[in-house]
């Protein structure tokens, strides 16, 4: 637990953006994508939008880490790369390989930055200065199993946004009812290997920056699972009636 001070504030604050999120995703869905509608302002490229949007989530971690006093100890490094293998893919290669013709809105942008800036700034400040992780916490079976989490969430993930880049051929901007892989249980297994890799960063780093991440995760693509589960029904009459939206046979 973080010592009471401005950086506790900045965690609770994260806490309360994941329940102010599930709480206004009630109410709408984050209009890019499939969700896409005009009336947010002026838009630029999806591609352009994730390779800004997450940048904090590379840049700014690393810098953060690199003013810390553990940023040199060995568990610090292994959690710094997890961190950033999920992050390098998702700001450099993700962008780059997307086949999309979406735009994005220049406020879902601003505010996704304005998320990891502090996202990045808790969870980078925490493994690499604040928390304490002697090299025998590379033995502790929460480091093991919250690893074993992230890999096969990232795993997952990284399977889903391939298998769904292969419905479309190059310029093709359509959608179809995606097949194979963990789409025979969920509408969105992104979301739920994403949501997987997160709660496992919670349990590996054993901390509370790590489970406010994790949460509002949760909070953010929850509330989009279903709303791409009833997208599928309404779009598509013919989809695969035994497959629910986030988890099997449950959601
Ligand atoms: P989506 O599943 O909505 O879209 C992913 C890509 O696949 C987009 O390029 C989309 O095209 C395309 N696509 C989706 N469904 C179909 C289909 N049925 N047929 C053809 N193409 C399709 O994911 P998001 O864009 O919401 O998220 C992208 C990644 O970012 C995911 O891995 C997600 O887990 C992660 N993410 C993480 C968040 C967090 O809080 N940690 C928040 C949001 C996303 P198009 O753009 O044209 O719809």
Redesign the pocket.
Known sequence: MPAPGPYLWLVLLELALAVATVVGLRFLTAP???HGRPGWGPTVP?RVGWLVMESPAVLWFLIVYLTGAHKAAVVPLVLLTLWQLHYLQ?TLV?PLL?????RMPVSIMAMAIAFNTLNAYVNARWIGDLGHYPTSWLADPRFLAGTVLFLGGLAV?LDA?RR??R??GPGE?G????HGGAFRWVS?P??TG?IVE?FGWALATWSLPGLAFAL??TA??AP?ALA?HRWYHEQFPTYPPQRRALLPHLL
Request: hydrophobic residues 25%; charged residues 25%; aromatic residues 18%.
């Open positions: 890019y994508g499939r999806a998702r993700y997307m086949r999309t013709g979406a993930n946004d769904l880049r419905l479309r901007t959608y179809r009812i995606p969105s992104n979301y994403e997160w509002y995760t953010n693509l989009r791409n």
